[in-house]
């Protein structure tokens, strides 16, 4: 598979948070290709890989389909859209942004800045209930096309870097979905340690919402969170972020299992591919913090893809760094069976 197109392809796509079915339908295509049995569960792509085996445990490696937006909450008489945010928008970003709100038949629109002449040069952060998204269309003409509770994502396409590196508006955490069906791809031919289940979950950035039915419903012994974390960028701390082409974040934390943090450490180690590491001193805010919990708890870690501008049109990730994850995933799959 052409990991790049994946990625460009599955994070152009719209699926804002509560209405993700187009992005949904794209990966599930996708994941049929090596998961024949998969569907959409209560939202959920879920798909079972290779041949299930009693007495082997049972691992479940999860990519969260759903991305940041808004939605419609109102119509004002001028014909203004005004919005709620879905998930953790950065709004300091929101102003004279390009948008499409995603009714009847998609439409653009802008979101309404004040210029510095009439501001008086005052830089505040707009509340999200500040926002106003210009179409063009009157009210009447709007409510024919729309309805409240409609989704509205970023109009952004992905463009390429210098490098291997990508910019786009829902690489968090479609660049995750892609680490694991690449994962799936190098391990066709090879025997595996575990009973593996794919898991496309839905509203991650609502509270794990997907995740947290999903790991009810599958009761995995294992499950791997394949997330984005931060990447390092000019004034963040440095003990805080990840590095680009260093690979990906294996997760330490008091509510992750340590035994398979050393477990991936050493698949990683052995086979020789680079990784950091993420110490968390709590929750890790991803799907990994439902598996743990789920009836009898999982044993739970995350593996983070390093990612610069996290929630905004324009987030960076490096290829190489998605395709380490997947690396990182079928050694740790499969070298345990060999």
Do not use: W
Request: aromatic share 6%; hydrophobic share 40%; glycine share 10%.
């Amino acid at each position: 598979m052409n990991i790049k197109d994946t990625i460009i392809a599955l994070s152009e796509i719209h699926g804002a948070s509560g209405d993700e079915s187009a992005a949904a339908k794209l990966a599930l295509d996708m994941l049929r290709e090596y998961c024949p049995d998969a569907k959409i569960i209560n939202g959920n792509i879920i798909g079972n890989f290779g041949t299930h085996r009693q007495g082997v445990p049972s691992l479940v490696l999860d990519a969260h389909i759903d991305q940041i937006g808004m939605c419609v909450t109102y119509i004002t008489d001028d014909g203004f859209i005004k919005v709620g945010n879905l998930g953790g928008i950065d709004r300091r970003l929101l102003p004279a942004q390009q948008v499409v709100i995603h009714g009847k038949k998609d439409i653009k629109g802008v979101i309404s800045s004040v210029p510095p002449h009439l501001s008086g040069g005052e830089g505040k952060v707009p509340e999200i209930e500040d926002i106003s998204i210009d179409t063009g269309y009157s009210k009447a003409e709007l409510e024919q096309i729309i309805s409240l509770g409609d989704s509205i994502t970023f109009d952004v396409k992905c463009r390429c870097l210098a490098g291997n590196r990508i910019t786009g508006g829902a690489l968090d955490d479609r660049c995750g979905a892609a680490a694991i069906l690449y994962a799936l791809e190098l391990l066709k031919d090879r025997e595996t340690a575990y009973n593996v289940t794919v898991i496309f979950s839905t509203q991650e950035e609502l509270g794990e919402r997907g995740a947290k039915i999903g790991a009810y419903t599958l009761a995995p012994d294992i499950a791997i969170a394949v997330d984005v974390s931060f990447a390092y960028a000019q004034g963040e701390d440095e003990k805080k972020c990840g590095y680009f082409g260093k690979g990906a974040m294996i997760g330490i934390s008091p509510c992750l299992s340590r035994e398979i943090s050393d477990r991936l450490i050493k698949a990683v180690e052995s086979a020789g591919l680079s990784y950091q590491l993420e110490v968390m001193n709590g929750m890790t805010s991803t799907n990994a913090d439902q598996y743990s919990v789920a009836r009898e708890g999982a044993k739970a870690c995350t593996l983070s893809i390093p990612l610069r501008n996290m929630h905004t049109p324009v987030e960076v990730i490096d290829t190489n760094d998605v395709i380490n994850t997947a690396e990182i995933l079928a050694e740790f799959i499969g070298r345990a069976a060999e």
